[in-house]
Nanobody, 122 residues
């Protein structure tokens, strides 16, 4: 059975940092593509970043480029999202995701985490 456990969310002031973790067991970690999405109230779920597990290539949404870093720890089967210089507009529920290539498209996501809330105050 696939299990995904997210942690690291919380409340910070603008300019602060948080690191999200997604510990994965089972088949999910062998997915070719893993990533992070976020969803603010009233908005659609949007892609934030993804990584190809075979070679570590990373991709970022323009809104987070230069501030967020996605990484993986293969030994721990864990996906991370380091978020620096946080802004109020980063406030959302953050979800880890795993799936097929081009998993920045939700249709290519096969597994979702349960979500962790990030709140940034000004």
């Amino acid at each position: 059975q696939v299990q995904r456990v997210e942690s690291g969310g919380g409340s910070v002031q603008a300019g602060g940092s948080l690191r999200l973790s997604c510990a994965v067991s089972g088949y999910t970690y062998k997915s070719s593509c893993m990533g992070w999405f976020r969803q603010a109230p009233g908005n659609e779920r949007e892609w934030v970043a993804h990584i190809y597990t075979s070679d570590g290539r990373t991709y970022y949404a323009n809104s987070v480029k230069g501030r967020f870093t996605i990484s993986q720890d293969n030994a721990k089967n864990t996906l991370y999202l380091q978020m620096n210089n946080l802004k109020p507009e980063d406030t959302a529920m953050y979800y880890c995701a795993a799936g097929r290539p081009r998993c920045y498209v939700t249709n290519n996501v096969d597994y979702w985490g349960q979500g962790t809330q990030v709140t940034v105050s000004s």
